[in-house]
């Protein structure tokens, strides 16, 4: 099972952290990846982490703004979101993968983020 958590309103140029906690399966085995939709819009990938060295993958839109990490020990995945723009609001889902970029297996349910002012 995975549980995003963390969402909420922040205004723009603001910060929020969030969290997608493991269970039932290993955590350490797998890489993980955070998704966004907005209303009207498609899914899109924000980042990935791999579970193999920790390296980690952003889409161009989010690059310098936002930082994946995770604790394996903890068995949680986080994203951290700085200097958050009105186009960031979505609902946010994390993901699991054996590696970044082929299928997703696995999907926890979302976590609203809402940026405005």
């Known amino acids: 099972q995975l549980q995003a958590s963390g969402g909420g309103l922040v205004q723009p140029g603001g910060s929020l952290r969030l969290s997608c906690a493991a269970s039932?399966?290993?955590?350490?085995?797998?890489?993980i990846g955070w998704f966004r939709q907005a209303p009207g819009k498609e899914r899109e990938g924000v980042s990935c982490?791999?579970?193999?060295?920790?390296?980690?993958y952003y889409v161009d839109s989010v690059k310098g703004r936002f930082t994946i990490s995770r604790d394996n020990a903890k068995k949680t995945v986080y994203l951290q979101m700085n200097s958050l723009k009105p186009e960031d609001t979505a609902v946010y889902y994390c993901?699991?993968?054996?590696?970044?970029?082929?299928?997703?297996?696995?999907w926890g349910q979302g976590t609203q983020v809402t940026v405005s002012s």
């Open positions: 039932g399966f290993t955590l350490h085995y797998y890489a």
């Open positions: 982490i791999r579970s193999s060295d920790g390296n980690t």
């Open positions: 993901a699991r993968t054996r590696a970044c970029g082929i299928e997703y297996d696995y």
